[in-house]
């Protein structure tokens, strides 16, 4: 599986912007496909979350009502619409698949190279 984000750049607080994922190879192993960012001296953390099967979705709490995550199965892409932004906000987004068969603690994890979401205040 292969990943390719694009949609960052510069906005102004209170802004948009909506990042998209596409993915390639054997992409029907894919289980849950998600947005983590990664702000400068901070770990990695979970944005949002989405089920390729019923499409369940979960969200950080600091993204709740302002990012809005979504999938499009017939393009094999994934989307991130963010409103509302704040610099906060402002981190490399990594787009991720999580990929296998049986119980999840086995599942693969496959990463987008990132893209740089900057807010200024």
């Known amino acids: 599986v292969q990943l390719e984000e694009s949609g960052g750049g510069l906005v102004q607080a209170g802004g948009s912007l909506r990042l998209s994922c596409a993915a390639s190879?054997?992409?029907?192993?894919?289980?849950?496909m998600g947005w983590y960012r990664q702000a400068p001296g901070k770990q990695r953390e979970l944005v949002a979350a989405?089920?390729?099967?019923?499409?369940?979705?979960n969200y950080a709490d600091s993204v709740k009502g302002r990012f809005t995550i979504s999938r499009d199965n017939a393009k094999n892409t994934m989307y991130l619409q963010m409103n509302s932004l704040k610099p906060e906000d402002t981190a490399v987004y990594y787009c991720?698949?999580?990929?296998?068969?049986?119980?999840?603690?086995?599942?693969?994890?496959?990463w987008g190279q990132g893209t740089q979401v900057t807010v200024s205040s």
């Open positions: 991720n698949a999580r990929s296998g068969v049986g119980r999840p603690s086995t599942w693969y994890d496959y």
């Open positions: 190879g054997i992409t029907s192993s894919i289980n849950v």
């Open positions: 989405i089920t390729s099967d019923s499409g369940t979705t």
